[in-house]
Every structure is written in structure tokens, then in C-alpha cells.
């Protein structure tokens, strides 16, 4: 299977349009973890191939979409949801953002690994004084 779509230096999918070429991409196997080189000539369809030489790895739909929802949610920042407990809807608003402080991802935990560990931002409220 040829490989388009890699992991960059910034956990970014990228295609292999957007990359530099050989080793210069700074890539990684989405399925393999292997280092990557992004093959870009004149003869064949630019394609990714692994520095060792292996066989392609076979990207599977889900690890991509996987991937990349974590992606997306690391850099909005965020996710729209339904309500936070206790916040009352606003009027016609089905759901609300979250909005995230801080977007961990693959953190062990006490005998699991979640995919995602997202801090809400606490929004203080400054109280009032009287006087
Ligand atoms: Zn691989």
C-alpha cells in the first residue's frame, strides 16, 4: 500500500505534498512509528517510504481519523459539547464550548492510557465589592 499521509516533528498529518523532500520532510509512520522519506521525483507518484527500506505499512482509515480527531481537539483548544453540568443553556443553544486549558495526550494513568486528557479552563469570576 503506498503511504501519503505521515506524522510531522509537530504530530501534525501531513500529506506528502506539503512535506519537503527525502529525510527533510521530518516525518514518521502514522501505523509503525519508523522514520520516513518522502519520496518526490520525476518518475513515480510522490509517495512515503520508510528510511529502513521496509515495506509500506498499511495506514488504516481508523488510525487516521483516530489521529487526526485528536488533532483537531489539541488545536482548537477545545470541543463543542453538550452543556457543562450546571451551567444553564442559553436560550435555543442545544450545546456549548469547552474550552480546554491544556490537551495531554497518551498520559498513563493508573493502569490505562486515555487518548486524550483535556483540563477545562476555569473561568474566575471576580467578586464583588461592596462599597
Ligand atoms: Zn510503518
Not at 503511504?3 to 505534498?17: D, F, I, K, S
Request: glycine residues 8%; hydrophobic residues 35%.
Amino acid at each position: 500500500m503506498t503511504m501519503y499521509v505521515a506524522m510531522n516533528g509537530q504530530q501534525q498529518l501531513v500529506t506528502v505534498q506539503e512535506v519537503e523532500r527525502g529525510l527533510a520532510c521530518g516525518c514518521t509512520c502514522i501505523e509503525c512509528g519508523e522514520v520516513l522519506i518522502a519520496r518526490k521525483g520525476e518518475q513515480k507518484e510522490h509517495h512515503f517510504a520508510h528510511h529502513s527500506n521496509k515495506e509500506s505499512c498499511e495506514v488504516r482509515r481508523e488510525s487516521l481519523l483516530h489521529l487526526f480527531a485528536k488533532q483537531v481537539i489539541r488545536e482548537a483548544m477545545g470541543l463543542q459539547m453538550p452543556h457543562l453540568p450546571g451551567q444553564p443553556p442559553e436560550v435555543g443553544d442545544p450545546s456549548s464550548w469547552w474550552d480546554f486549558e491544556l490537551v495531554e495526550e497518551e498520559v498513563w494513568l493508573a493502569g490505562y492510557r486515555p487518548d486524550l486528557i483535556a483540563h477545562l479552563r476555569v473561568v474566575v469570576k471576580p467578586s464583588r465589592t461592596v462599597g
